[in-house]
């Protein structure tokens, strides 16, 4: 089957009290899928990419219901694997409001997505007829076998001749610094669009100077990659954040400026990715930063990790419609 971007990672079940809630209050908690790959798939989806998400599942209601929602979102589900054996990995979340942080708190041992081999996935097959494939630096914190496998795919994707997008997506609860940028330097010389962040960029990579749209093209010179997506804090906070994309030496930029009420964070910079890559495909990185921005923004305003914007809407906001009411 022919589709536009194949993504492959983990998803958890994400509980999470209701408003800024935290967990010791008890009460109910509402459910949500995370996983940074399917939040893409899903968002890109939603903007008009024909989309593939590629993971392994437990054979269990948690399981479908991945399953199940990918399927909803007209995500294609042919190259999803199954275990009997293993469990879908959990998380709670509590949305903290600032200057409270947002806490996450993993229970995701021995998960399905953990325990992948080389055999569960035929990559050539998967990737033989898509033009992008997506994964991120999580997959190989969770295990040496997830590190394998995407590496693999990784390795088959530019075999093949496709465009390799990585998200660093460093999380400080999986590994340490240090072992993320020996471990993902394994990865850069496959690929050529990459996404990071103005914390993983100092923490990960080592790069010492103040977050700027420089930095994005530095990035890119160092690692040898085509694109460079950079997301930071602007220093004079002349907007909530700033992008920066380096793409074949020529600098893009965005940011948000305006009145924003954010309801939860989560799955925004999955977002930023999802419109990067719709716009990257149609016309090239003017485009991408354009639709990355404006899928950022409503994402923070939508609770859980999918963005639910339409492309009328993402097309309507940047046309500078903020209608509060419509009817």
Not at 75 to 89: F, H, K, L, M
């Amino acid at each position: 089957m022919s589709v536009d971007l194949v993504c492959f990672g983990e998803t958890l079940i994400r509980l999470s009290p209701p408003g800024a809630g935290v967990i010791e209050q008890g009460g109910p908690l509402n459910l949500f899928l995370a996983g940074s790959e399917l939040n893409v798939a899903v968002a890109a989806q939603r903007l008009g990419l024909a989309t593939s998400y590629v993971s392994k599942l437990a054979a269990n209601p948690l399981g479908k219901l991945v399953y199940n929602k990918c399927r909803e979102q007209g995500v294609a589900t042919d190259w999803i694997r199954w275990s009997d054996e293993y469990r879908q990995g959990i998380y709670f979340f509590e949305n903290g409001s600032p200057p409270r942080p947002g806490m996450a708190y993993y229970d995701r041992k021995d998960s399905a997505f953990c325990h992948v081999a080389p055999a569960d996935f035929d990559w050539p097959a998967i990737l033989a007829e898509t033009k992008l494939f997506l994964t991120s630096g999580i997959n190989p914190a969770l295990s040496p076998a997830a590190h394998q496998v995407t590496l693999d795919a990784v390795r088959a994707a530019k075999r093949l001749g496709k465009l390799v997008a990585f998200d660093i997506n460093y999380r400080s609860k999986l590994w340490d610094t240090a072992a993320a940028g020996r471990v993902l330097a394994e990865y850069f010389p496959y690929v050529d669009i990459l996404f990071i962040s103005g914390g993983d960029a100092a923490d990960v990579l080592g790069f010492t100077e103040p977050a700027g749209d420089d930095l994005a093209l530095r990035i890119a010179e160092r690692l040898g990659v085509a694109t460079v997506c950079l997301i930071y804090d602007p220093v004079h906070q002349e907007s909530l954040w700033r992008i920066a994309a380096a793409s074949d030496g020529r600098l893009y930029g965005a940011g948000h400026q305006g009145r924003l009420v954010t309801v939860d964070r989560l799955g925004a910079g999955d977002a930023f990715t999802a419109g990067f890559l719709t716009g990257f495909l149609e016309s090239g990185p003017a485009l991408g930063v354009e639709l990355g921005n404006a899928m950022m923004t409503l994402k923070n305003t939508y609770y859980g990790d999918f963005t639910w914007a339409t492309r009328e809407q993402i097309d309507a906001y940047r046309a500078g419609d903020v209608s509060l009411l419509k009817r």
